[in-house]
């Protein structure tokens, strides 16, 4: 398609983005259409086409323009509402690929943590720790975000790891959190904080089923190297 910075109301229809998206199927689209329906508009001297290659360039590719966050749309001169546009329609596909169709599914092994919150967790730029509360049939009873930012002991005491479990009498616990990096393999830190949570869980009488570390595409299940 031929590069135009005047409006894209001003293009044929059959160049447009929605109306090829009308006539011929979402799959039929580049990443740069796709993102230039979501905008709608473009800025100042620019349409919203090219507003959708030059996020692309700066980002340098779909999945890592995925990653930002709303301040990092600002700060690289996205407007309020395309930014918010962007990360609602990003977090919309984490939600959709997490979502299995069942509103409580039941996690039978690590590799079934990591296709339930490995969608939401994979691309944050920051660790986020979570609880998942099970009933004594390993369904989901619910999800916890326990803390966002740099993950240590203070931020994942034992006491706000298990309040929910126990105010909701769950049967047992699997704890979840990611790498930015991408190292799938668990620092010392996490190592200590295992311990901790896997004695809290005896005492308390929840047992911690695991403690899964998800890095990009991959995961390490530290039930699975016996260090729980």
């Not at 939401?120 to 916890?144: K, M, P, Q, T, Y």
């Not at 240590?152 to 909701?168: I, K, Y």
Request: glycine letters at 6%; proline letters at 5%; one cysteine or more.
């Amino acid at each position: 398609m031929t590069v135009r910075r005047h409006s894209i109301k001003q293009w044929p229809a059959s160049e447009r983005p929605r109306e090829q998206l009308l006539l011929h199927g979402p799959r039929s689209l580049r990443d740069a259409d796709l993102l230039a329906i979501l905008l709608r508009t473009g800025r100042r001297g620019i349409n919203a086409l090219d507003l959708a290659r030059d996020l692309l360039t700066e980002a340098g590719s779909l999945r890592d323009l995925a990653k930002m966050s709303h301040r990092d749309f600002i700060a690289g001169g996205s407007g309020p509402v395309h930014a918010a546009t962007l990360v609602a329609a990003f977090e919309l596909g984490r939600r959709c690929s997490a979502d299995a169709g069942v509103d409580r599914p039941v996690l039978r092994s690590p590799e079934d943590v990591a296709c339930r919150y490995g969608p939401l967790l994979r691309d944050l730029r920051h660790e986020e720790f979570w609880a998942v509360l099970l009933n004594s049939a390993n369904r989901v009873e619910a999800d916890i975000r326990i803390s966002s930012g740099t993950l240590n002991a203070s931020l994942a005491h034992p006491r706000e790891c298990f309040a929910e479990a126990v105010q909701r009498r769950a049967a047992s616990v699997i704890f979840i959190h990611n790498h930015p990096s991408g190292n799938p393999e668990p620092s010392h830190e996490d190592l200590a904080l295992t311990r901790q949570l896997s004695e809290a869980g005896r005492i308390l009488g929840i047992p911690v089923h695991d403690h899964v570390i998800i890095a990009g595409e991959k995961f390490t299940s530290l039930a699975d190297r016996h260090l729980l």
